[in-house]
């Protein structure tokens, strides 16, 4: 059994609680996971504490303002820049001067504008199911929405147009989009309806930074895209993403041609959330990359 430790980090006069899971061995550099969201919680990356059976330590936290970590009720609090800060703040409480860093969806977001900051020791950078655009998500968004049944996408319109979108109809049609493009497993994996069930309970943080769902960026974010600065990112990258992702495989490439040298796969039978929806290939190729990277 593992060795799993929780805590406690103190970060802008609140508290980011984390979880390590396994010991630091001196070959394998410990692996800090940045969920998405915004706003979701680390619970649906429940199946990559797995790596710890293996030698290597698996890093958690919860992004202030979700899950276990302190809920702020201030609009004005959440911005890229504080995240930014935070991951920052975890790796010097936890003495990561050397980590690999992963990041899904969001996470990806700011694991880029992380590295955008050029910190030192990190070893890796794994973009899972991620973008370097709101814009070129929403035109993806857009035409994966176009490929809907008929009726689906006309019920989107219909409470769209009429700002209705709080209406169970329009949840139920959201709700097809998801199966098709953010997991594909139904019922939903337990640990993925954990991090669900903390965004809908306090929304704040989504709703601030991006909006009221996946294809609509009405937030701080709408305008974000550093596609431009890809190139600045020169650590070893690994960018992943699934066939039915709503992180489709033209943002995918966009941001595998941006970044010099990184490496792209497609996981086959998977939309937003591989490491659920195949998760012993996506540990298989995930260990494989890292300790690539450390020989």
């Not at 800090?32 to 979701?40: A, D, E, K, N, T």
């Not at 890093?59 to 504080?82: A, C, I, R, T």
């Not at 990561?96 to 590295?115: F, I, K, N, P």
């Not at 993806?140 to 709080?166: G, Y």
Request: proline share 6%; aromatic share 10%; charged share 25%.
């Amino acid at each position: 059994m593992a060795n799993i430790q929780e805590g406690l980090i103190p970060f802008k006069g609140f508290n980011t609680w984390y979880k390590t899971v396994g010991e630091c061995e001196d070959i394998k550099i410990p692996l800090l996971c940045l969920h998405g969201g915004p706003g979701f919680s680390h619970d649906y990356f429940e199946p990559l504490e797995a790596l710890a059976e293996s030698g290597r330590q698996v890093v958690f936290y919860d992004q202030l303002g979700n899950g276990k970590s302190d809920h702020v009720d201030d609009p004005e609090m959440w911005s890229v820049e504080l995240f930014v800060e935070e991951v920052g703040v975890i790796r010097e409480a936890l003495g990561l001067d050397q980590v690999h860093l992963l990041g899904q969806s969001w996470g990806g977001m700011l694991a880029m504008e992380y590295m955008l900051t050029q910190p030192n020791g990190v070893a890796s950078l794994v973009l899972s199911n991620t973008l370097p655009s709101a814009k070129l998500w929403k035109e993806e968004a857009d035409r994966l929405r176009s490929e809907l049944p008929p009726d689906v996408l006309a019920t989107l319109i219909k409470h769209e147009e009429a700002d209705t979108t709080d209406s169970p109809e329009y949840e139920e049609a959201i709700d097809v989009y998801y199966q098709r493009h953010l997991c594909r497993i139904s019922p939903m994996p337990d640990c993925l309806q954990r991090s669900f069930d903390v965004m809908v309970n306090n929304p704040q943080v989504y709703n601030t930074l991006w909006g009221p769902n996946e294809f609509q960026s009405t937030g701080k974010l709408k305008d974000w895209d550093i596609t431009h600065r890809l190139n600045e990112i020169k650590t070893p990258t690994f960018v992943l993403n699934g066939r039915f992702d709503e992180a489709t495989p033209k943002i995918a490439e966009t941001i595998h041609t941006g970044i010099p040298g990184s490496e792209w796969v497609v996981f086959e039978n998977s939309s937003h959330l591989p490491n659920l929806e195949e998760t012993d290939l996506f540990l298989e190729t995930l260990e494989s990359f890292l300790k690539k990277q450390e020989q």
